[in-house]
């Protein structure tokens, strides 16, 4: 809604201007109008003043010029003019020295040779028209000397304002007005006028039928005959273009005013192109075609509400006319229509055909019923004035049920348990009788309010304690904070177990990324949970929701490696997607992907690239991290999308916590990655029983020195470093603290089918230094038990 | 017998003479392992006379024992710690310290900042019916966000939810008042992308019932929760606004951090910053769960996580956050 400073004049008596406009802004936020942008439109002709031209000779150096002798009143300037069009005793707009035409400012100077004090202008250069054929001819009875700026001069500040969704009222000039004049303590003036009515009455011409109340409780019309439909005058042309509308004619142009200065739109009909002199409010029939007056074919349905003559449909009721139902140039009779109708409505309407008027935009959000006789009887004395009509007396109303005002009310207790403090009663009365609110006292806690019906967004209590602070003022509210808080314990299990993951995963040097759920199918299909689809999807890329974490970790590794970022250590907790037995299923879930190089080449080191220790370790170090458990690591149960030989899954006892390993080179190629890709991926569920079977207890720690062994054993090619380190974890029993594999060799010193592992192990006792004896004694063990239970050979 | 002494004295001295740790090693190697010289002398016990072989084994004992010793002393020696030039333009040993995500970065923050305000974590599925994301929250049918085409749909009566509100129905339905809690998470729209938007955003609900819950504490709570993230001297501001959910309702401006409120291109010259909406919850909201709205009053907020990290950390692309490209990530 775009309020012009100018037209806004007309109600109120208070100035917007280049000091207070910023203020102003300010306030009406604070009045719930946002202001989008405030246009300063400016037309200023300081040393411009009107010039009779008195004299025209030829000039004597040039074949288009003219040297003219222009009075401006209080002397006489020589003018060179250029205009084909200049004559003697045409009266002139004069810019004089001083005067910025344009780019230029005017100064006494020498054309061809000849003095020229001046310019007459064209329409272009006051900015008044796009003429440019010849120079603007005024209206002779304008004085001489007068200052243009008496004439055309204008400033004006369109604000272009955001009105809530609630609030019908201030789409039109007197409804914010109302706020308006409230906001700077000046007072509403609605416009005056008198109709003159002729003797034929508009009841004999017109028969108005609602066949369906409810949607359309009131229609009123009336109907001017003998109008001359022509171009508007040049104030009401300014008005509608200040507010962005275009003006068409004088008679489209006044329905369009009173309906911004009203904010009730009206529709005036072609009187003779309505068959029967009968309007027939009443629902479309289903598949029901209809013309729109731009030309667009409609089928309709049975809940949209029409307006129709004896024969046929004339309008989408308060939406739009029809094609051939409309004001034209030939048009002699209008018809006025002013009616109200149901919201719910006109919403279906604007649902079913997706067209979106001035008019739709105000009926929608409500507008007032019982202000029609003000609107119609303001449109026929416009029309009977600038289109020199008569006006048939009365107006063709049917209203069988009368829309009431409504009483709320108020309590002032409330008022303040809902705010935090109390506002006076005086300033709620005095605030609410300036906005149209009237209340009566019932008793010491309650104010009776009555609610006029242009205010439909006044239902309840609560809507009037917004009203009381709004216009106390939002920025007067105090803060209050209480210092006494009852702390909760937290329940939400989840959430924090998905933060100590986030956290124990940071830690392991991985970047967290954060990938939205929409995906596209084809990735989905991957992945062995059933995706859910999304209906009506922006586009392909996220027709589904993701079913694994993994998807959106390749995604993002798929674009951080074609931005050539070779590291790519990242990931991700969040949710995930899927159908579990026809039932949509939400779960979080976690996955780390590595992929690239793991270091780039350095003075004290090789360039690396990560492989499947990487992932194992990141795995090994975060389930460490959560738990003092030892969980197993076995190949069973591998997510298919998975490389089989390089990838394992975590067990505690029974239950899986997780997968890691090299993806397959399938999952890969679908995202176009040609390099192996190593992922872990765990749900939040396992983890949270993981946490759950797991207390952390202090361990002893030995006060006697520890021992450290390596020993080397030559095994078969496919032989498990976790076999022999089993062996000897239970060969050993509780000495042994540590036992790590240190070397792996393979290689000409060895035979082909063979190669070496080097174990290094610690011994250390609780209660004893353990001396070269005993452990002497250890290592025979495990050496003879190596070469006889496991046949090994040791190096 | 002299021939072992002088042999001693020999091997002592050549330890000692060992000049460095790798030296002293060759030196044990040469003297004690299997094959070393005094190994190899315990060999040559039985070739001695008897009688003197308890004395050649004594001596023999000994120097074994002092060479070990020897050894030992002077390893430990050029062990010890020495400070030596090198060249500290060279780069350090690289190690990754991992990174939060930006946006989880401020969730964590509002996390804290709200636990210590005593406000505790709620959560609530993301694919929602109607009923929790639009009928329960007052929403009017014909409002725009109920749009088929504006919001993504899963199931019919099933979508995403457009708003972290649904969690305030799913809390108070679950138990009695008070209530206090907030619910950070992910919320859809079925809207084009560009720079301040994404279908896909992340907002921080919070929520308050309690008996005597007011619009002025709702003010002062907000303040305090911004002072805490943004310094001591913002100040906020609160703009009434229409929402179905809470009435009164209002958007919350906070104080332009960056030039204090002066005004500056971040705040598009305004000195403020819009930050959010919030509102006391509609008595109509409250009844839907069977709360009584004359005993219990609450109020609600809502902020827009992506919108507090732009602003924060001065991210100009709604979309950055979600392309995840590690350039971006890592610098935070």
């Known amino acids: ?795 | 017998m002299t021939g072992l002494l002088e042999k001693k004295k020999r091997i002592l001295d050549d330890i000692s003479a060992s000049a460095s740790f790798e030296e002293t090693e060759e030196k044990r190697i040469k003297y004690l392992s299997k094959k070393g010289e005094i190994t190899l002398l315990f060999e040559q016990i039985k070739t001695v006379l008897p009688e003197n072989r308890k004395e050649f084994g004594q001596v023999l004992n000994r120097l074994r024992n002092q060479a070990l010793e020897l050894i030992n002393e002077m390893k430990s020696k050029y062990s010890e710690v020495k400070s030596e030039k090198i060249d500290l333009t060279l780069p350090g040993r690289n190690t990754s310290a991992g990174r939060y995500h930006p946006l989880n970065m401020i969730k964590d923050d509002l996390k804290k900042i709200f636990n210590k305000m005593g406000f505790s974590v709620a959560s609530g599925p993301e694919v929602e019916t109607e009923y929790y994301i639009f009928d329960a929250l007052n929403m009017p049918s014909w409002h725009p966000a109920r749009k088929v085409t504006d919001s993504l749909y899963v199931e019919k009566d099933k979508l995403l939810r457009t708003e972290t509100s649904s969690v305030q129905i799913r809390t108070m339905e679950k138990g009695k008042p008070p209530f206090r809690i907030i619910a950070p998470g992910r919320a859809y729209r079925n809207e084009k992308e560009n720079a301040t938007h994404t279908a896909m955003f992340s907002q921080c609900e919070g929520l308050y019932v309690n008996k005597g819950v007011s619009f002025a504490e709702l003010k002062g709570t907000l303040k305090e929760f911004f002072r805490t993230l943004y310094g001591k001297d913002t100040i906020i501001r609160f703009r009434p606004h229409y929402f179905p959910f809470t009435e009164p309702s209002a958007e919350v401006d906070v104080s332009c951090f960056k030039c204090k409120g002066k005004g500056c291109p971040l705040c598009k010259m305004s000195g403020w910053l819009e930050i959010g909406g919030c509102g006391m919850v509609h008595p109509i909201v409250l009844e839907n769960v069977g709360i009584d709205s004359e005993e219990y009053t609450g109020f609600a907020f809502g902020l827009g996580i992506e919108r507090l990290a732009m602003l924060k950390f001065g991210v100009n692309d709604i979309r950055d956050f979600f392309e995840n490209d590690l350039r971006f990530l890592e610098q935070f």
């Open chain 1, 1 to 795: 809604m775009k309020i012009s400073s100018n037209w806004l004049k007309q109600y109120i008596d208070f100035e917007i201007n280049s000091s207070n406009i910023d203020e102003l802004v300010y306030r009406l936020v604070l009045l719930r109008f946002e202001t989008e942008n405030v246009q300063h439109i400016k037309r200023d002709y300081e040393n411009f003043v009107v010039g009779k031209v008195i004299e025209c000779v030829k000039h004597p150096n040039a074949d288009k010029l003219t040297l003219c002798k222009v009075d401006v009143g209080n002397e006489i300037l020589p003018v060179v003019c250029g205009a084909p069009n200049v004559e003697t005793g045409q009266t002139v707009p004069v810019a004089m020295n001083g005067a910025k035409v344009k780019d230029f400012t005017i100064k006494t100077s020498k054309i061809r040779g000849e003095e020229s004090r001046g310019m007459i202008c064209a329409g272009d250069e006051l900015g008044l028209s796009d003429n440019h054929d010849g120079i603007m001819v005024l209206d002779e009875a304008i004085k001489i000397g007068t200052p243009l700026n008496e004439l055309f001069g204008l400033e004006d500040f369109v604000i272009e304002l955001e009105v809530t969704s609630n609030r019908s009222d201030s789409l039109g000039y007197l409804g914010f007005g109302r706020e308006f004049a409230f906001m700077t303590g000046s007072e509403l003036n609605y416009p005056e006028f008198k109709i003159a009515e002729c003797e034929e009455k508009t009841d004999d011409f017109v028969k108005i039928e609602i066949l369906d109340t409810k949607a359309c409780p009131r229609y009123c019309a009336r109907l001017i005959k003998d109008v001359k439909v022509k171009e508007s005058p040049e104030w009401l042309k300014e008005k509608l273009n200040a507010v962005g509308l275009r003006p068409i004619n004088n008679i489209v142009d006044i329905t369009n005013f009173v309906m911004f200065e009203t904010g009730h739109p009206l529709h005036a009909f072609d009187f003779k192109n309505i068959a029967g002199q009968k309007i027939v409010v009443r629902k479309a029939e289903k598949h029901e075609k209809f013309t729109t007056l731009d030309n667009k074919e409609l089928e309709l349905n049975d809940k949209i509400l029409m307006i129709c003559d004896d024969e046929k449909s004339i309008a989408l009721a308060g939406v739009m006319g029809s094609l051939h139902s409309g004001v034209t140039d030939i048009t002699t009779d209008v018809l006025l229509e002013v009616a109200y109708f149901n919201l719910a409505g006109i919403r279906e309407t604007v649902k079913y055909t997706n067209i979106h008027t001035d008019s739709s935009k105000r009926f929608e959000r409500g507008i007032d019923p019982n202000d029609a006789e003000f609107v119609m009887n303001r449109a026929a004395c416009l029309i009977g004035e600038l289109g020199e009509g008569k006006i048939l007396s009365g107006i063709a109303d049917a209203y069988p049920l009368k829309i009431k005002n409504k009483i709320v009310n108020l309590r002032l207790s409330r008022t303040e348990k809902i705010l935090g403090f109390r506002i006076s009663e005086d300033n709620i009365i005095e605030s609410f009788r300036k906005i149209g609110l009237e209340t009566t006292k019932k008793d010491s806690d309650i104010l009776s309010v009555t609610v006029p019906t242009f205010r439909p967004d006044i239902t309840k209590e609560i809507d009037l304690i917004e009203e009381a602070v709004r216009l106390y003022g939002y920025d007067k509210i105090p803060e209050i904070t209480y210092s006494t808080v009852s702390l909760e314990p937290n329940e939400n299990i989840e959430e924090e177990i998905i933060d100590t993951v986030r956290e124990k995963l940071k830690n392991l040097g991985l970047v967290e990324t954060l990938n939205k759920s929409m995906v596209d199918k084809k990735y989905c299909l991957l992945f062995e949970k059933k995706p859910v689809r999304i209906e009506h999807p922006l586009n392909d890329e996220m027709n589904h929701l993701r079913n694994s974490i993994i998807l959106s970790l390749l995604q993002t590794a798929d674009k951080n490696i074609r931005r050539k970022n070779e590291i790519v250590n990242i990931f991700e907790v969040g949710k995930i997607f899927f159908y579990n037995e026809e039932q949509i299923t939400e779960t979080n879930s976690l996955a780390v992907l590595l992929t690239g190089i793991r270091r780039f080449q350095s003075w004290n080191e090789k360039e690396s690239v990560y492989d499947f220790y990487d992932i194992k370790g990141i795995a090994e170090s975060f389930i460490k991290s959560l738990t003092p458990k030892v969980l197993s690591y076995v190949s069973q149960d591998i997510p298919c999308y998975f490389d089989k030989d390089q990838s394992l899954s975590v067990y505690l006892d029974n239950m899986k916590i997780g997968s890691f390993g090299a993806l397959s080179l399938e999952t890969a190629g679908l995202f176009n990655i040609k390099q192996r890709i190593f992922c872990f991926e765990a749900d939040i569920s396992g983890i949270e029983v993981l946490l759950q079977k797991s207390e952390f207890g202090i361990k002893d720690l030995s006060k006697y020195p520890k021992v450290v062994k390596d020993i080397s054993v030559l095994t078969g090619i496919n032989e498990k470093a976790s076999t022999i380190e089993n062996f000897i974890r239970k060969t050993v029993g509780g000495l042994l603290t540590d036992i790590a594999v240190v070397d792996q060799y393979k290689g000409e010193q060895i035979s082909k089918d063979k190669k070496s592992y080097t174990f290094r192990m610690s011994f250390q006792s609780f209660d004893r230094t353990l001396n070269e004896k005993e452990i002497e004694i250890l290592l025979n063990k495990i050496i003879h038990g190596l070469k006889n239970d496991l046949n090994l050979e040791i190096r």
